[in-house]
């Protein structure tokens, strides 16, 4: 069984620039997230999808952050524009529920210069 | 709110034993154990529901206390291969899951 891929799994751009991150969940999981994760730190929620509908972006900074997910399957999470702070690594996550394992992606590795 | 983890690190020799706590201040409806080697994904260990269910890899032993809103992750006999960040995840019920700080485990030879 395939895991959940992301990609690029490493991006450098330069401050103000955009950047887009991919993931292809497992297949058949309706629940796709998306989380940010410092270093030393544990992962932080973005955003939470069922199916095609967000159901917590609350801490998602709508103000440059935006996420879809169309035909409840991939998903793709943009920055625009990148500030230093968003230095990070990106992981997507899925699972059958909530409530049910959750598998991670690799992860992309943000810089921002 | 955040959940507080102890230790922060713990270094153990192979075969011994560690016991890492997560705590919360808030009623919880889960717990989920989750372990992350450096520059890879957290992989799942365990979740512990409110009512004694729990899934999870036969050899991760954990608990989970409702009244005191804690849980505790037991390793035993550890090996090599336990060595990781350990991060618990607490649910209060329909709510978003968030994750503790982590534990750092070093296992020696």
């Known amino acids: 069984e395939a895991g959940v891929v992301q990609s690029p799994r490493y991006k450098i751009i330069e401050k103000k620039q955009p950047v887009a991150f991919w993931c292809n969940p497992i297949?058949?999981?309706?629940?796709l997230y998306w989380y940010l994760q410092n270093l030393g730190q544990g992962p932080e929620l973005l955003i939470r999808?069922?199916?095609?509908?967000?159901?917590?972006d609350s801490q998602l900074p709508k103000d440059r952050f935006s996420a879809e997910r169309l035909k409840g399957v991939d998903s793709t999470l943009k920055i625009q524009p990148a500030e230093l702070g968003d230095s990070a690594v990106y992981l997507c996550?899925?699972?059958?529920?909530?409530?049910?394992?959750?598998?991670f992606g690799p992860g992309t590795r943000l810089t921002v210069l | 709110q955040q959940p507080v983890q102890s230790p922060q690190a713990v270094i153990l020799r192979e075969g011994e034993d560690a016991v890492i706590n997560c705590s919360s201040s808030?009623?919880?409806?889960?717990v989920h154990w989750y372990r992350q080697k450096h520059g890879e994904a957290p992989v799942f260990l365990m979740i512990?529901?409110?009512?004694?269910e729990q899934k999870g890899h036969e050899k991760i032993s954990a608990s989970f206390n409702e009244k005191k809103q804690q849980s505790s992750l037991y390793l035993t006999a550890s090996q090599l291969s336990y060595s990781g960040t350990y991060f618990c995840?607490?649910?209060?019920?329909?709510?978003?899951?968030?994750f503790g700080e982590g534990t750092q485990l070093t296992v020696n030879p």
């Open positions: 995840g607490t649910e209060g019920g329909g709510s978003r899951l968030t």
């Open positions: 996550a899925s699972s059958l529920g909530q409530v049910h394992e959750q598998f």
């Open positions: 808030k009623a919880l409806y889960s």
């Open positions: 999808y069922e199916n095609e509908e967000a159901v917590d």
């Open positions: 512990l529901l409110k009512g004694g």
């Open positions: 297949s058949g999981h309706n629940t």
